[in-house]
Structures are given as structure tokens and as C-alpha cells.
């Protein structure tokens, strides 16, 4: 098996969730291929009919600054003074279309491998919440019958309440 030109963890780290869906922004891809990343964006604006908007959307304002205010991006410069564009797993591979390069090839099969093992991480964790999730509901369920028979047993160890003795004789009222 060929040694990777790259740890795939490294990669693993460049894939965000906006929008729900897992994605990689221009900058980082530019960065991994070695090319610029204008010159990315550059093949991607020539290749428009390649790229609809479920492979690849630019990020608005607000999403930007998120991503720099939860220490994702150290800050706003990493974007090289424009909004970035993310790339879908899918944008990811079409860009293997776009950019031809040996490097380009060897990147783009890493990160394919890597959306695919993030997506079976979150199959496993899917799985692993569920287990919770059901184990939570059983023991909602025993938790009502435990406060049924605690309070049946108190009902049995409480005293016996005394019962007004009615007293023989006439009574009056005054």
C-alpha cells in the first residue's frame, strides 16, 4: 500500500458543518492542492456548469464570522479579504474534474476517504445515541412503576388514621 502524501487526520480537520452539511472551504482545498486560492476559485468560476449550488455555495457574512468566532478560522484574514466558498463532498470531487494536477489526484482521493470516515463515525455515533436514547426511554418507563410501589409500600407503613369515635347520647346544638 502506497504511503499517503498526507495524514488523513489533517484533513479531517479541515471539514466543518454549515449549513448541516460537512464541507471544505476554498482556502483549505487551495492550501492542500498548492495552488492559490484565487487561482481555485478561478477554475471553479470557468467551470460553473460543473459546480450547482448543492456542490459548492459561497458563505454569507454571518457564517464567516462564526466560523472565526468559534476559533474554527484564527481570523477573517485567513479568507484572503473575500467571502470563502465551501465545497461539498461532492464539489470536493468534481474539483478532481477541474484541476488535473498529480498532486490535485492524490489530494482529492484523501479527502474522499476522509468525508467517508467521517460519515461512518457519525453512522457508529447515530447508533451509539439511539442505544441511549432507548435506555433512557426503559428507564423513564421503570422509574413511574418504582414510584408506584414506593408509594403503595408508604401507603402500607403509614399509621392507621384514627376514626372519630361518634359519641352516644343526644347532642345539643349551640
Known amino acids: ?24 472551504l476554498d482556502s ?22 460543473r459546480f450547482p449550488g448543492d456542490f459548492v455555495f ?5 457564517e464567516a464570522h462564526i466560523l472565526v468566532s468559534q476559533n474554527v478560522i484564527p481570523n477573517s484574514r485567513y479568507f484572503g479579504g473575500s467571502l470563502p466558498y465551501a465545497f461539498t463532498e461532492h464539489g470536493v470531487a468534481m474539483l478532481s474534474s477541474v484541476l488535473k ?14 468525508f ?24 423513564a418507563d421503570q422509574k413511574g412503576h418504582i414510584i408506584a410501589i414506593v408509594q403503595a409500600i408508604n401507603k402500607l407503613l403509614a399509621p392507621p388514621k384514627e376514626k372519630r369515635k361518634n359519641t352516644i347520647g343526644f347532642r345539643t346544638r349551640e
Do not use: C, F, W
Open 1 to 24: 500500500m502506497k504511503k499517503e502524501i498526507l495524514p488523513i487526520q489533517i484533513i479531517e480537520n479541515k471539514i466543518y458543518i454549515i449549513r448541516g452539511l460537512k464541507v471544505m
Open 28 to 49: 483549505d482545498l487551495a492550501h492542500l492542492y498548492m495552488v492559490k486560492p484565487i487561482a481555485l476559485r478561478q477554475q471553479v468560476k470557468r467551470n460553473k456548469e
Open 58 to 62: 459561497q458563505l454569507t457574512k454571518e
Open 101 to 114: 494536477s498529480k498532486r490535485a489526484i492524490e489530494i482529492n482521493i484523501l479527502i474522499i476517504r476522509a
Open 116 to 139: 467517508v470516515k467521517i460519515r461512518e463515525m457519525l453512522s457508529v455515533h447515530k447508533d451509539i445515541v439511539s442505544a441511549i436514547e432507548k435506555l433512557q426511554r426503559e428507564q
